[in-house]
């Protein structure tokens, strides 16, 4: 099967302050999207900036990136509802209103760095509702091994469609480490037919999502999960990252998925 490449290109963390690259505005976004296209992303995980750079579940603000985005080229575009931890779990579960194709669905509160992401289990199941409504697919967003098991109830519950889309989270502080064990760990206990793919955050990211490459996963790059290429060398902008991990995936002789093999593997529904 073709692996899909997902570009993340800003995140809710870093700044310009951390790397002048990272892109914040709707223009500079779509930009950085269409240039990930072009070296063969398929889709676009997508966090928004206020003006001051500030994480931002503003409506207006992600129409247009989605807006400028679908004028350059044919990506699909998959919204977080992460949003940055500031923002009320209300405001970020409006963002699905805008029916991207895909939109994050966080199943539990943890700890993330210093501070508390919050995803009430109220909120979830009524975001998971809402999101079936509106045929939006959810990307399951899997930060520890309990997390699965909550989104398998919602599974159970009746809240998701088949097949279920699992992004593992390795490496932030506050859920599972960043090793291979944990990542393989997680791949073993996936329901059958789910499609996954493994985002690591920081130095081990190279490192296994080539592991998750070779174990059958998809691919995730960009400034949202390392803002280095390398050891002491800051990657100029996403499509670095995005192109190594083409590189990745063409080493392993596996198929670079287009938009359109990507919505038939994720089975989006039509528009």
Known sequence: M???????????????????????????????????YLEGASV????????NE???????????????????????????????LAVEFEEREKLVELRPRMATL??????????EFRNPPIGVRRLAARMRELDV??????????????????????LLAEPLQFSLVLGVRGGMAATADNLITMVKRLPPDAIWQVIA??????????????????????????????KGELAQ????????????ARDLDLPIASPEQAEQILSLPSR
């Open 137 to 158: 697919k959810p990307e399951l967003e899997v930060y520890d091994t309990g997390h699965l098991d909550a989104c398998i109830r919602l599974w159970e519950e009746g």
């Open 237 to 248: 902008g996403n499509t670095p990252l995005v192109t190594r991990a083409v590189q990745l």
């Open 201 to 230: 955050i920081g130095k081990s990211s190279l490192e296994l999502t080539a592991i998750g490459l070779a174990l059958g996963g998809n691919a995730r790059a960009g400034l949202e999960d390392t803002l280095y290429l390398r």
């Open 54 to 84: 500030k994480p931002t579940a503003d409506l207006g603000i992600a129409q247009r990136t989605m807006d400028l985005i679908a004028e350059r080229c044919p990506i699909l575009i998959q919204v977080s509802t992460g949003v940055g």
């Open 106 to 115: 966080n199943p539990c509160t943890m700890s993330f760095g210093e501070g």
């Open 2 to 36: 073709s692996v899909i490449i997902t570009v993340a290109p800003t995140g809710p963390i870093a700044s310009t302050a951390d790397n002048p690259s990272l892109p914040t505005q709707p223009l500079e976004i779509a930009e950085a999207v269409h240039a990930a």
């Open 44 to 51: 676009a995980h997508l966090h928004f900036r206020d003006a």
